[in-house]
């Protein structure tokens, strides 16, 4: 017999009732006998059917909406038919295979999949999962995606201790299916070929959410100075370089993610032209801003600043110093792209905090575009928490 959690009548208010995720101060009482990752039946506390979901009691997040239709329960079957929906999303609707061999297959509950990310880098697949529901059902997920993209191998990588820990989940299991002849693949993204270390990098493996707006960014560079702050493995850089950027300056404090940034500049024959260099994020910005650089075009993609709701205020100050010293060095007509990864900070605070850093460094500042994630990365309507990534495009306008 399946469970029932009750939770809180305010549940059914039209903008919570399909929300997919319920806090556990939400959840009045559970009925019935279950473990930790069970299916269970979601019910208000007057008795209405909300959803079928998972339960885990050990997590903030004690239920994870998967169904929202009485006659829907979560079954392999329902599962399987999801991971054909994210499919059928990349192949057919967005037609990604056109331009990469390497997408966000799965984005976790903007594909209906709580907690689950399945990232293609050529012809292996990379899969990470923080809800432990999903987790125990994997094998339907798995056996759907082989049948669906014939990978020659899925790897399971963990995700952070903290979070295995507070949902209670087991450590990732490397190699799930198949033969990983190499821990490097050489994916091709809009015509920009890149090395991608696939047991020890960063992510998956890619910022694979950034992929349209490295694209963006390609196009505007032809003729510019560009400063890529933050540059991993070199996506924007490069790419910059290969469209036609007069000069790029790149620099990252990962040692293991430069070298693969140098390797990249060669595999695309613009090694020439792009300058990499190791360094700190605020080191570097504020030495070549003391020395008077300017940059026609500069992307600011720092790491996450606010892990923590508490962390924000903190973050806000970092967002602030580093965009500062950004617009010192943007030339009247430069272009900057400014990132943020931090849940907590929205893109409301994102463009609050460079208005403040245009208003410190008096420097004419009009926007341009707000972005986000690419299309492969889908946000649950109900689940604006999705919606991680907070991208601006802003001009420095003449004096
Ligand atoms: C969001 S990622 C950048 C992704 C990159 N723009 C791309 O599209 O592939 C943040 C990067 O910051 C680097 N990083 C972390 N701390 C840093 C620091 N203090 N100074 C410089 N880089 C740092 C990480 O190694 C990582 O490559």
């Known amino acids: 017999m399946t469970a029932t959690a009750y939770v809180k009548n305010s549940r059914l208010r039209v903008g919570l009732r399909r929300h997919p995720w319920v806090y556990d ?16 039946t979601v019910r208000s506390e007057a008795g209405k059917f909300l959803a079928h979901g998972f339960v885990n009691d050990a997590s903030r997040l004690a239920l994870r909406l998967v169904s929202f239709e009485k006659s829907v329960p979560i079954t392999d079957d ?50 990470s999962c923080s809800s432990l529901g999903t987790q ?58 890149l090395h991608v270390p696939l047991t020890d990098g960063q992510k998956t ?13 390609a196009g505007l560079a032809p003729g510019r100075r560009v400063l890529d702050a933050c540059c991993y493995v070199g996506a924007f850089g490069l790419a910059c ?19 693969l940034a140098i390797a990249n500049a060669e595999m695309n024959g613009v090694a020439d032209r792009v300058e ?33 709701a508490r962390d924000v205020k903190k973050a806000r100050k970092g967002y602030l110093d580093a965009n500062m010293l950004a617009l010192k060095m943007l030339t ?37 575009e707000r972005r986000g994630a690419g299309l492969d990365h889908p946000v649950d309507v109900h689940c604006p928490e999705g919606r991680y990534l907070k991208a601006i495009l802003a001009q420095r306008a003449g004096e």
């Open 25 to 40: 101060d939400a959840v009045t009482k559970i009925q019935g006998e279950y473990e930790n990752g069970d299916v269970v």
């Open 241 to 259: 370089a290969q469209a036609g950027a007069r000069s790029v300056l790149a620099f990252d404090s990962s040692e293991a993610a430069l070298e």
């Open 136 to 193: 125990r059902r994997l094998d339907p997920i798995v056996s759907e995606l082989l049948a669906l993209l014939e990978p020659s191998a899925i790897l399971e990588l963990g995700v952070s201790e903290g979070l295995r820990g507070s949902e209670g989940l087991p450590p990732g299991r490397g190699l799930i299916s198949g033969v990983l002849a190499h821990p490097l693949r050489t994916v091709s993204i809009d015509g920009l070929h």
């Open 332 to 368: 009247p007509g430069g272009l900057l792209l400014t990132c943020s990864c931090s849940h907590h900070v929205g893109v409301e605070m994102l463009e609050g905090i460079l208005s403040e850093a245009a208003t410190r460094t008096s420097v004419r500042l009009r926007v341009l």
């Open 276 to 308: 990499l260099v190791k360094g700190s994020l605020f080191r570097e910005l504020r030495d070549r801003s003391d020395a008077g650089q300017t940059f026609d075009l500069i992307v600011l993609d720092p790491p996450k600043f606010a892990a923590k």
């Open 205 to 217: 493996g890619l910022f694979l959410d950034q992929r349209d707006n490295v694209r963006l960014l």
């Open 78 to 127: 329902l599962l399987r038919e999801r991971v054909r929906d994210a499919v059928a999303l990349r192949h057919d609707s967005l037609r990604l295979r056109e331009r990469t061999n390497a997408y966000r297959v799965i984005h976790s509950e903007g594909d209906g999949l709580p907690g689950l990310i399945v990232d293609r880098y050529d012809d292996v697949l990379a899969l």
